[in-house]
């Protein structure tokens, strides 16, 4: 007896391993042959009018209805009315039927036929097969071919020779649904062939029987897991999903169909192409509106590097080449200083970061006429404002704008026409940059767009983003645009950064780009997110009703809040090899991520520090440590919560402490914070290198593991902290009845002490001895105690 597990690919051609004898193929209806254009059936339910969303109530009123059937008639089944009764005992019959036509119209709006499935049907009708569903469903037939006719047409529809409901049985699948429909059939078991997609009721039950079965596996483990974690994500990104929104997900059936298994395909594919896909339609229809708006020719331009995979999704889209300019916040900000304001204004703006190599080249300055300015960062951007810099530095500037004309122009952009900059975002640097020098000097217009906008200032210039305030909150958008690095890595192309153009505007460029790993890795991904462009409706015999532009950005959401907050394993070890170029003008890069590194903060400091420090892919390094950190880090920045060092912390453990001085010596207790594993940390106020520390470990534990002894300046542990950039001070303890076992593995004597003597030649900073430590095994577990 035939029993398989087949995949979406492998569907229309399934009757070819049929076996002989087969005169009915069965079919399950949902997720089988229709598929909802959401997450969960219940997502539907978020479409009807109930106040506070409807998915809750509806759901449990269902689940009430089943108990009540089951207690009182032993019936494993009910129907749409028995739920209804439930939901609304109250209402007279001519409501209950108007809520009961509202929910089979929220199944008709979302529901599609799977194209897989179409086509088996009709291999079967070629083969003179009847063709059956049998349904686990609260739907009575004559609602269920209603909903099938309308996802998958009359044609379809009239191809099912019978539909057989467990609500009209009161038994699913199961429980003996397939002895009344083999009874009705009037056939041998052996002469049906059943698909499904439930391993119980689809395979194991008919089965038993002796029908033959293929059990129909949708997606993946990882797949079917990505998905729950993207309707997680759109649902803490957007309050309404799952309320008065269903979590839409119409890449689902697209995805079910991809037959390549590595984690760069899959990233690309099933991740980043949903996202690219609906950002290259929303341009191309924003380019119309412009161009409707200005009476003006529109020549939208993607900007590179980020803009590459969003130009290159738009030419597998439309057919056409798109046009692209290399354009760097770099190169955009150095051809706008038109005087002495503007260069004022900039050198204002920059941080405290002493680098004046840096200025000196945004501002179009040689590294010797930096030097003769200044070597400090002050004295540099007070000798940069006088006239004879000034004069210097406008001229430049104004020939760089002359050249980076010339490279819009071989990008195909004239004087008058209106540009549209496409680029990921999220502030439009660029555009709030070039905007008034190219619409003074060449009379362009230019717009923006972008996949993600969160603009710092209000602008007032033509800028909208496809994920952007009219949609989400800022402390959303804020979030999302935190770790957007990631996406700018797996955008971009391999080139170095652009610092400079010829006098025909071909770019000149800084760097030799990327590594080859790195290259090969997100050139897989590309080309796979492009692959997703091309049939970004695989599988849809024809689409939904609610596939439609607000559903597929509520889908980009939740695809991209699900990447950028709750990476898998296999994301995170293709992105450990990423690099990121900073694009200063510099040949500076830092690695996008540091597991090991962000590991070593878990342990010494915990969640908050780590959270309140400059990080690139801080989600993608918390990802060992499993969903309930990152769903704390997710739910910190989404909703921009005040919470404190102090709010994370669990139980103290209490350490006796000698602090001693040259005029003496006093013992304190200091309590010390759970930090991450088993890792304590404790902090001791040196004052400005004043006192010595001895920690009496031998009163508190017999085994102890130290990760850390070192010194740092206090404001460092404040909540300014990532502003400090002094390095620590490793202490050079003595170890008195501590004997090392171990790297860092230390059995504590009764009277075990680490001393350590305060750090020299530190001014009058004041600092503190911070020590991370893993107690293996405490003396007493009473010196646990609730932290105050």
């Known amino acids: 007896m035939m029993q398989v597990k087949v995949t979406a690919a492998e569907l229309p051609n399934l009757l070819d391993r049929a076996p002989d004898g087969i005169r009915v193929l069965s079919l399950d209806c949902f997720d089988t042959l229709i598929w909802r254009n959401v997450e969960a059936p219940h997502d539907i339910f978020a479409d009807l009018p109930i106040a506070g969303g409807g998915g809750w109530v509806r759901t449990r009123a269902e689940s009430k209805a089943r108990k009540t059937a089951w207690l009182a008639e032993e019936r494993a089944e009910v129907t749409i009315d028995h739920i209804y009764r439930t939901l609304m005992p109250s209402a007279c019959d001519a409501e209950r039927a108007a809520a009961i036509a509202a929910e089979l119209a929220a199944e008709a709006r979302h529901a599609f036929a799977f194209a897989p499935v179409v086509a088996l049907i009709r291999a079967a009708k070629a083969r003179g097969l009847e063709v059956i569903v049998v349904s686990d469903t609260y739907l009575a037939e004559d609602q269920l071919r209603a909903l099938i006719t309308s996802a998958a047409g009359d044609e379809v529809a009239n191809l099912i020779d019978r539909i057989f409901c467990s609500s009209a049985f009161g038994k699913t699948k199961a429980t003996g649904l397939f002895e009344p429909v083999l009874a009705a059939l009037g056939v041998p078991a052996g002469a049906v062939l059943h698909v499904g997609d439930n391993a119980e009721a689809d395979q194991k039950a008919p089965a038993g029987l002796g029908v033959a079965t293929a059990h129909f596996r949708q997606f993946d483990h990882f797949a079917q897991q990505r998905l729950r974690l993207e309707a997680a994500a759109a649902a803490m990104i957007d309050g309404r999903i799952r309320a008065d929104v269903p979590a839409y997900q119409p890449h689902r059936p697209a995805i079910a169909l991809r037959e390549e298994t590595d984690a760069a395909w899959t990233l690309g594919h099933d991740v980043l192409g949903p996202v690219f896909q609906t950002f290259a339609a929303w341009v191309q229809g924003e380019a119309a509106e412009i161009a409707a708006r200005t009476g003006r020719p529109v020549k939208p331009v993607f900007l590179l590097r980020d803009g590459h995979l969003p130009a290159r999704v738009f030419e597998a889209m439309t057919g056409t080449k798109a046009a692209t300019a290399e354009i760097s916040r770099f190169t955009a900000r150095r051809a706008t200083f038109t005087g002495e304001a503007a260069v004022g204004a900039y050198l204002a703006t920059q941080a405290k970061h002493g680098r004046v190599d840096v200025l000196a080249r945004q501002l179009g300055l040689t590294d010797s006429e930096a030097r003769a300015l200044g070597t400090s960062q002050e004295a540099f951007?007070?000798?940069?404002?006088?006239?004879?810099?000034?004069?210097?530095?406008?001229?430049?500037?104004?020939?760089?704008?002359?050249?980076?004309?010339?490279?819009?122009?071989?990008?195909?952009?004239?004087?008058?026409?209106?540009?549209?900059?496409?680029?990921?975002?999220?502030?439009?640097?660029?555009?709030?940059?070039?905007?008034?020098?190219?619409?003074?000097?060449?009379?362009?217009?230019?717009?923006?767009?972008?996949?993600?906008?969160?603009?710092?200032?209000?602008?007032?210039?033509?800028?909208?983003?496809?994920?952007?305030?009219?949609?989400?909150?800022?402390?959303?958008?804020?979030?999302?645009?935190?770790?957007?690095?990631?996406?700018?890595?797996?955008?971009?192309?391999?080139?170095?950064?652009?610092?400079?153009?010829?006098?025909?505007?071909?770019?000149?460029?800084?760097?030799?780009?990327?590594?080859?790993?790195?290259?090969?890795?997100?050139?897989?991904?590309?080309?796979?997110?492009?692959?997703?462009?091309?049939?970004?409706?695989?599988?849809?015999?024809?689409?939904?009703?609610?596939?439609?532009?607000?559903?597929?950005?509520?889908?980009?959401?939740?695809?991209?809040?699900?990447?950028?907050?709750?990476?898998?394993?296999?994301?995170?070890?293709?992105?450990?090899?990423?690099?990121?170029?900073?694009?200063l003008g510099t040949k500076d890069s830092v690695r996008l991520l540091d597991v090991e590194r962000a590991a070593e903060g878990m342990r010494r400091r915990g969640l908050f520090y780590l959270h309140q420090g400059e990080r690139m892919y801080l989600s993608g390094e918390i990802q060992p440590y499993g969903l309930p950190t990152a769903l704390a880090l997710l739910g910190a920045n989404r909703f921009d919560l005040d919470l404190r060092n102090a709010d994370f912390r669990g139980p103290a453990l209490t350490l006796p402490v000698m602090l001693a001085d040259a005029r003496g010596q006093a013992m304190i207790e200091v309590e010390a914070h759970a930090t991450h594993d088993g890792y304590y940390l404790a902090t001791v106020p040196v004052g400005a290198g004043r006192f010595a520390v001895g920690i009496n470990f031998g009163a508190v534990c017999d085994w102890v593991q130290i990760d850390e002894c070192a010194f740092h300046p206090v404001a460092a542990f404040g909540p300014r902290s990532r502003e400090i950039a002094v390095a620590p001070i490793p202490a050079q303890p003595v170890r008195e009845g501590m004997n090392e076992e171990g790297p860092g593995l230390f059995r504590c004597g009764p009277e075990a002490l680490l001393l350590a003597p305060p750090p020299q030649n530190v001014g009058a900073t004041p600092y503190l001895l911070a020590i991370a430590f893993r107690p293996l095994v405490l003396k007493d577990r009473a010196a646990l105690k609730k932290a105050a």
């Open 381 to 583: 951007s007070r000798a940069a404002l006088q006239p004879a810099a000034l004069e210097k530095i406008v001229a430049r500037s104004t020939a760089f704008a002359d050249r980076l004309f010339a490279h819009l122009r071989a990008a195909g952009v004239e004087r008058g026409d209106a540009v549209l900059f496409v680029d990921l975002g999220y502030n439009g640097t660029a555009q709030n940059q070039l905007a008034p020098v190219l619409a003074e000097r060449f009379d362009l217009h230019v717009a923006g767009r972008y996949l993600l906008l969160r603009e710092e200032i209000l602008s007032g210039l033509d800028k909208k983003g496809f994920l952007d305030a009219r949609h989400y909150d800022l402390r959303a958008l804020h979030a999302l645009s935190g770790p957007i690095a990631v996406i700018e890595q797996l955008s971009t192309c391999p080139r170095g950064s652009v610092v400079d153009y010829g006098p025909k505007g071909d770019p000149i460029r800084k760097g030799g780009g990327t590594k080859s790993a790195q290259n090969a890795i997100r050139d897989r991904i590309q080309e796979a997110c492009i692959a997703f462009a091309r049939q970004p409706r695989a599988g849809m015999a024809r689409p939904p009703a609610s596939d439609d532009a607000d559903c597929r950005r509520h889908m980009a959401a939740g695809v991209l809040g699900r990447l950028l907050f709750m990476p898998s394993a296999e994301e995170v070890a293709l992105l450990e090899a990423f690099e990121h170029d900073i694009n």
